[in-house]
């Protein structure tokens, strides 16, 4: 059974900067998929980055130049680097691998 949990998040002031990290336990596949999902209040879950087994990455237009998304594939790790974090950052971040394997989630409030 795979396990995902998540650690990292809090409050931050605007320009501030939190790492994420998620550690993946069980029969996870080392070609797995591993991403960052969020979801701000009142709204839906929304995909922040994703990383590949051989480290291609991608990002959501919103957090492109701010945010970084790697992974140690010894460690079974993915990190999500945040920097110059705004107020609409304010949302519970999810870790997620494929196929279907989520984490419970963490919240991460940017405010003054």
């Known amino acids: 059974q795979v396990q995902l949990v998540e650690s990292g998040g809090g409050l931050v002031q605007p320009g501030g900067s939190l790492r994420l990290s998620c550690a993946a336990s069980?029969?996870?596949?080392?070609?797995?998929?591993m991403g960052w999902f969020r979801r701000p209040p009142g709204r839906k879950r929304e995909l922040v980055a994703w990383?590949?087994?051989?480290?291609?990455?991608s990002y959501a237009d919103s957090v492109k130049g701010r945010f970084t998304i790697s992974r140690d594939n010894a460690k079974n790790t993915v990190y999500l680097q945040m920097n110059s974090l705004k107020p609409e950052d304010t949302a519970v971040y999810y870790c997620h691998a494929t196929p279907f394997y989520w984490g419970k989630g963490t919240q991460i409030t940017v405010s003054a």
């Open positions: 069980g029969s996870i596949r080392s070609s797995a998929t």
């Open positions: 990383i590949t087994s051989d480290s291609t990455t």
